[in-house]
C-alpha cells in the first residue's frame, strides 16, 4: 500500500502518512510539531480543517469533536488515517509557532493539601530563570523516578517560582503519590510548555473562565494575569466543584476579581453534602441561567470532559463563535 502525502499550510510542509498511519503519528515521525496532547481522541488539541482529500478517523469522544464540526470538515489529527493525499489547515490563527520543547530541572519549594485530594505544588527552577509559558498552558512534570504527567501552571508567567495544582486521582498510579508523599526538596524534571488553551492578549471584549475542580489551574493563571496588567475586559468565573470541602483558593480568587473592573466569581456546588448558601447545580446551567448572549466573548474551559461538554453546548448555543472557545480537557489516562 502506498503513502499519502499530508500538506500542513500553516506549516508549509509535507508528511508522508504510511498505511493505516495516523496524521499525527506522521508528523512526530517527521519531526514536525503540531499541537497534541492526548493522542486518544479525547480532547481536541490536534483539531485542524481538512481542506482536501479524505481520512477515515478512528473512535473518538465527541467532547473533542462535535457532530457540526464533522459537517463542516474538522477532524482530529490523531485519529485520521489518510485515504487519499490530503491538505491540512491548523484551527487556531492566534497560536504561536510550534517551537521544540523546554527541559528544565527545579526542586519542590512548598506543597500544600488545601482539599483531600488537591495538593499545591510550587517549584524552584535551578536555572534562575522564569519558565516561559502562556496563561492557560501546562506542561510535563517527573518528579523523581515517577512517571510524566501533565500539569497546568497556576501562576502568571512573570514569576519565578513555578505552580501547578495536582488533584490525586483514586487508583492512579502517580498523583496519589504526589499527593501523599511529595515533599519539599524533592527534584522535578519539567518539560514544556504545551497547550492552546491561553489568553488571548490582542482580544479585549468580555472573558468568561470555566474551570471544574484542578481545572481551577490554568483560569487562576489566567485571573492572575488578568489582575497584574489591569485589564478592561469584563471577566465572568464560574468555579465548579462538588462539594464544600472540595472548595480552595476562594479567598485569593475573590481578591483577584474585586481588583479587575467589572468582574465576578461565582462558586457552584453540583453535589453539596448538605444544605449550603452557594449555588447549586452544574456549571453548565449557571452559565444558562445567567446569560442571554456570547457573541463576541472568549471562553477558556478547563476541567473534566462533562464539563466541558455541557458548557460549550451553552456558549455556542447562545452565540459564541467556536474559534473563541479555548477548551483544555483535563482527561485522566490509564494508571494517572
Not at 477532524?75 to 489547515?89: D, G, M
Given at each position: 500500500?502506498?503513502?499519502?502525502?499530508?500538506?500542513?499550510?500553516?506549516?508549509?510542509?509535507?508528511?508522508?502518512?504510511?498505511?493505516?498511519?495516523?496524521?499525527?503519528?506522521?508528523?512526530?515521525?517527521?519531526?514536525?510539531?503540531?499541537?497534541?496532547?492526548?493522542?486518544?481522541?479525547?480532547?481536541?488539541?490536534?483539531?485542524?480543517?481538512?481542506?482536501?482529500?479524505?481520512?477515515?478517523?478512528?473512535?473518538?469522544?465527541?467532547?473533542?469533536?462535535?457532530?457540526?464540526?464533522?459537517?463542516?470538515?474538522?477532524?482530529?489529527?490523531?485519529?485520521?488515517?489518510?485515504?487519499?493525499?490530503?491538505?491540512?489547515?491548523?484551527?487556531?490563527?492566534?497560536?504561536?509557532?510550534?517551537?521544540?520543547?523546554?527541559?528544565?530541572?527545579?526542586?519542590?519549594?512548598?506543597?500544600?493539601?488545601?482539599?483531600?485530594?488537591?495538593?499545591?505544588?510550587?517549584?524552584?527552577?535551578?536555572?534562575?530563570?522564569?519558565?516561559?509559558?502562556?496563561?492557560?498552558?501546562?506542561?510535563?512534570?517527573?518528579?523523581?523516578?515517577?512517571?510524566e504527567r501533565y500539569f497546568s501552571f497556576a501562576n502568571c508567567p512573570s514569576d519565578n517560582v513555578a505552580e501547578f495544582h495536582i488533584r490525586s486521582v483514586p487508583g492512579g498510579k502517580v498523583s496519589p503519590v504526589i499527593y501523599e508523599t511529595l515533599e519539599a526538596g524533592s527534584k522535578a524534571i519539567v518539560r514544556g510548555p504545551r497547550g492552546l488553551a491561553y489568553l488571548r492578549e490582542m482580544h479585549q471584549g468580555p472573558i468568561v473562565l470555566c474551570a471544574g475542580g484542578s481545572g481551577l489551574a490554568p483560569v487562576a493563571s489566567i485571573l492572575r494575569m488578568l489582575a497584574l496588567t489591569g485589564s478592561p475586559r469584563k471577566v465572568h468565573l464560574y468555579f465548579g466543584v462538588r462539594a464544600e470541602e472540595d472548595v480552595y483558593l476562594e479567598e485569593e480568587i475573590l481578591r483577584l476579581v474585586e481588583s479587575i473592573d467589572g468582574a465576578d466569581a461565582t462558586i457552584v456546588l453540583s453535589a453539596p453534602s448538605g444544605p449550603s448558601e452557594r449555588r447549586t447545580g452544574f456549571l453548565a446551567q449557571a452559565l444558562d441561567d445567567d446569560f442571554t448572549d456570547f457573541t463576541g466573548v472568549k471562553a477558556y474551559l478547563c476541567g473534566p470532559p462533562i464539563m466541558i461538554e455541557t458548557c460549550r453546548r451553552v456558549l455556542l448555543a447562545k452565540g459564541l463563535d467556536r474559534m473563541d472557545c479555548h477548551s483544555d480537557v483535563f482527561w485522566t489516562p490509564e494508571s494517572r
Open positions: 500500500m502506498a503513502s499519502y502525502p499530508v500538506k500542513i499550510q500553516q506549516l508549509d510542509t509535507t508528511v508522508e502518512v504510511e498505511p493505516n498511519e495516523t496524521v499525527l503519528d506522521a508528523a512526530l515521525r517527521a519531526n514536525v510539531n503540531i499541537p497534541y496532547d492526548c493522542r486518544s481522541g479525547v480532547c481536541g488539541t490536534c483539531k485542524c480543517a481538512l481542506i482536501s482529500g479524505q481520512v477515515h478517523m478512528d473512535d473518538y469522544l465527541e467532547v473533542a469533536l462535535e457532530p457540526e464540526e464533522v459537517e463542516q470538515g474538522f477532524i482530529l489529527a490523531c485519529r485520521s488515517r489518510p485515504t487519499t493525499s490530503c491538505e491540512i489547515q491548523l484551527l487556531d490563527t492566534d497560536a504561536p509557532s510550534p517551537a521544540p520543547l523546554v527541559e528544565e530541572t527545579a526542586r519542590v519549594l512548598s506543597i500544600q493539601r488545601p482539599t483531600h485530594d488537591i495538593a499545591v505544588v510550587k517549584l524552584k527552577f535551578d536555572r534562575d530563570i522564569n519558565f516561559a509559558f502562556k496563561s492557560g498552558q501546562y506542561a510535563g512534570i517527573r518528579f523523581g523516578e515517577l512517571d
